[in-house]
């Protein structure tokens, strides 16, 4: 979602128009807040369940309305290429592109795609990559490494300490920023709501982002009379959460990793233990192996020992500096002007 906004806000720069189709989702209408000078049209959410499911008939006619609905929008929006971002969302938009003749691309942010870029893959022009190692999974298909978009309010980087004030946080504390991805990452809520007492002690200061499911969850240990830090559910001015950490607690997805990176923040990397493919652990392997991250496996974290492990990194001001610098080293900020770039290309 938020890659793709922030390419339609280079092509839209460019002088292009841009129509964005989005699931219908919470998580997608709460991400497309605060954009409206640009255009999105919501389609239904279509996850391909296995080939003998009972649920593919049901998936076929959805599907096949929705690659209606999309060659309709297309024609009348004028479009001269689609551009699909990953999921099985982006698979009815591809498809219909391909029968009007457009050009089309996909994007996969990850080190291994999914189920659903494959597929996609077989509709697209051309496969654009954010790491270099996931070209190699789209044999027989072009592919281009650009990096992963970020969004121009993240490149617009706060000060220290306008970040601080707009958390009213104090700038001269060590920051922990815990971000579990837009739909949060419970066991990391969890472990990091267990220690809340010791990182206080510490004079730590915690930016706690859940995600809108888990916010009613951890709420409550930070209503205990914790005062040395700031609770949000969702968060669409991660520039400032960014700006502020000192480290950062999150899962491994492609975009939270590129953003990181571009702000250079020393991270601890918790793999979500049951994505495709096991993607996530491949791409936090991108950033710990160089000593930008460190790798922590979830099942190897309980409450009792985690707010110790990360009061000790935290402290330790040679090992940041490190990861800091190595960080910065696999950085890329141009890659929504990429994208860019190769469909412009195409199109010429």
Not at 58 to 79: D, H, P, Q
Not at 108 to 126: C, Q, V, W
Not at 153 to 172: H, K, M, Q, V, Y
Not at 217 to 227: A, L, N, Q
Request: hydrophobic share 40%; proline share 5%.
């Amino acid at each position: 979602m938020f890659p793709g906004i922030a390419v339609a806000e280079a092509w839209t720069k460019a002088g292009g128009e841009v129509l964005l189709l989005i699931s219908e989702k919470q998580i997608d209408t709460l991400a497309s807040e605060g954009y409206d000078h640009l255009r999105f049209e919501k389609m239904p959410s279509i996850a391909m369940p296995p080939l003998l499911s009972p649920k593919m008939v049901t998936f076929l006619i959805r599907f096949v309305k929705a690659m209606r609905e999309c060659r309709r929008l297309f024609k009348m929006f004028g479009a001269e290429a689609v551009l699909g971002m990953g999921g099985f969302t982006s698979t009815a938009p591809l498809v219909a592109g391909k029968q009007l003749g457009l050009p089309t691309f996909i994007h996969e942010s990850n080190s291994i795609p999914g189920r659903a870029n494959r597929l996609n893959a077989k509709f697209s022009h051309t496969v654009l990559v954010g790491f270099e190692v996931c070209a190699a999974h789209f044999g027989g298909v072009m592919t281009e490494v650009v990096g992963t978009p970020i969004r121009p309010s993240i490149t617009n980087r706060p000060s220290r300490e306008e970040a601080a004030s707009f958390f009213g946080l104090d700038p001269e504390k060590p920051t922990a920023m815990v971000m579990g991805g837009s739909q949060g990452a419970r066991r990391i809520n969890e472990l990091v709501a267990g220690g809340l007492v010791k990182y206080e002690e510490a004079g730590i200061q915690m930016l706690h982002i859940s995600g809108p499911a888990d916010y009613e969850t951890v709420k409550p240990e930070y209503d205990r009379g914790f005062s040395g830090g700031v609770l949000k559910g969702f968060l669409n001015e991660v520039q400032y959460a960014l700006g502020i950490a000192d480290l950062a607690i999150c899962r491994s997805g492609a975009s939270s990793l590129t953003e990181l990176s571009f702000y250079e923040i020393p991270s601890v990397l918790i793999p979500y233990p049951y994505s495709a493919e096991d993607h996530q652990l491949h791409n936090a392997e991108i950033f710990s192996k160089p000593g930008a991250a460190e790798l922590w496996h979830q099942d190897d974290l309980s409450e009792d020992t985690f707010a110790g492990k990360v009061v000790s990194l935290i402290k330790n001001k040679d090992r940041l500096k490190q990861m800091q610098e190595e960080m910065a080293k696999l950085a890329v900020a141009d890659a929504s002007d990429r994208v860019c770039e190769v469909i412009s290309s195409t199109l010429a």
